[in-house]
Each structure stands twice: as C-alpha cells, then as structure tokens.
Nanobody, 119 residues
Framework: QVQLVEFGGGLVQAGESLRLSCVASGRFFSIYDMNWHRQAPGQQRELVASSTSAGSTNYADSVKGRFIISRDNAKNTVYLQMNSLKVEDTAVYYC?????????????WGQGTQVTVSS
C-alpha cells in the first residue's frame, strides 16, 4: 500500500506564501500523477494543480500564476508553492497520487493539511 504524509500548512496573512509538501511511501513500482486538491468549508473538493510523470502540469484558473506544483521523483515527493495567497485560498489541502502496483494502478489520498489565509 501507499501512505501519503503532507507538511507545510498553517496560518498566513493575505499576500504571503506557503509551501506544501507530500511524501509518498510504501510498496509501489512508481508514482504517476501527483495532484493537489482543496476543500473549503461547505464547498466541494476541487483540483488545484496536477503533475504527470511525463512532466506536464495543469492548474485551476483560480491559482494560475500564483501556485506552482513540482515534484522530486527520487524522493516520491510533490510540492505546492503557493504565492500571493488570498483569503479565498483558505481550505484543507489534500495530496493525491496514482501509484503503479502489480497489474494495476490505484489512487491514494493524504490526510489533508489546513491552510488558513487571514485578511
């Protein structure tokens, strides 16, 4: 199985930056897609940023130009650099990966890390 542990959440003021990290560990052949999602109170979970093993990235329109997703494949780690944070970025952020297992792939989720942006 695969375990995901997220780091880096916290309380910041609007305009400041935070960097989230997510480390995957366990038994798997490789990690394919690595993504960050978020869920604000009373809202549906949304995809914030994605990174494929081929190196392509995609972002939600709401974070384009402010957030950067990156990954270190040797460390099975994905990062989310969040700049120019806004109050509306407040949410629980979840890491999600697709791992290669024997004869199949499977998605895994982290426990979430709270990001709170104050005005």
């Amino acid at each position: 199985q695969v375990q995901l542990v997220e780091f880096g959440g916290g309380l910041v003021q609007a305009g400041e930056s935070l960097r989230l990290s997510c480390v995957a560990s366990g038994r798997f052949f490789s990690i394919y897609d690595m993504n960050w999602h978020r869920q604000a109170p009373g809202q549906q979970r949304e995809l914030v940023a994605s990174s494929t093993s081929a190196g392509s990235t995609n972002y939600a329109d709401s974070v384009k130009g402010r957030f950067i997703i990156s990954r270190d494949n040797a460390k099975n780690t994905v990062y989310l650099q969040m700049n120019s944070l806004k109050v509306e970025d407040t949410a629980v952020y979840y890491c999600n990966v697709r791992a290669g297992l024997p004869y199949r792939t499977q998605d895994y989720w982290g426990q979430g890390t709270q990001v709170t942006v104050s005005s």
